[in-house]
């Protein structure tokens, strides 16, 4: 198997959420964990991961503070995972990757499901990056400048 790149410490902060995030598997394994997921074996059914890999991708998330390991609620042998805050973080990337999906799938009509309020029953809001004055902000309107006090290591990339 090929050793991937590593971005842990790169300047970029997408490439150090990638990092953290990983791959495709473990944002599914996240937002498993987001419906209420908690144990290996849940995970491994609902996803059809193979057990090596899901372990691996478990045990990083660990690592990288996105999950954390808790005795099982039901008192058993057993430990379940559960998010961590910098876990339930993940949610507006979920949120964002589906609406994106939603918007631009070759096949929209194929997906299953529509996020809607719990309590009112209704589709949730696209996603929008605002100013903070309020303005709705498009790609043109944004970029990047250097922190005050930034002390960059590592490998120079924008993002």
């Not at 209420?36 to 691996?56: C, D, P, T, W, Y």
Request: hydrophobic fraction near 40%; glycine fraction near 8%; aromatic fraction near 6%.
């Amino acid at each position: 198997m090929v050793k991937r790149t590593s971005f842990e410490g790169d300047a970029c902060p997408i490439a150090r959420s990638l990092e953290a995030l990983g791959d495709w598997w473990s944002l599914l394994i996240i937002r498993e964990a987001l419906f209420g997921v908690r144990r290996f074996g849940e995970f491994q059914s609902r996803l059809g991961m193979a057990k090596n890999i899901l372990a691996a991708r478990l045990r990083s998330l660990v690592d990288h503070g996105i999950l954390a390991t808790a005795p099982a609620s039901d008192g058993s042998a057993y430990q379940e995972y559960v998010l961590t805050p910098k876990g339930r973080g993940t949610f507006p990337i979920l949120v964002a990757l589906r609406q994106w999906s939603e918007e631009f799938d070759d096949h929209p009509e194929e997906i299953a499901t529509i996020l809607v309020d719990r309590d009112k029953g209704r589709p949730v809001k696209k996603l929008e990056m605002r100013a903070e004055d309020g303005r709705l902000l498009a790609p043109g309107d944004t970029t990047l400048k250097p922190r005050r006090s930034s002390k960059v290591v590592g490998r120079s990339r924008s993002g």
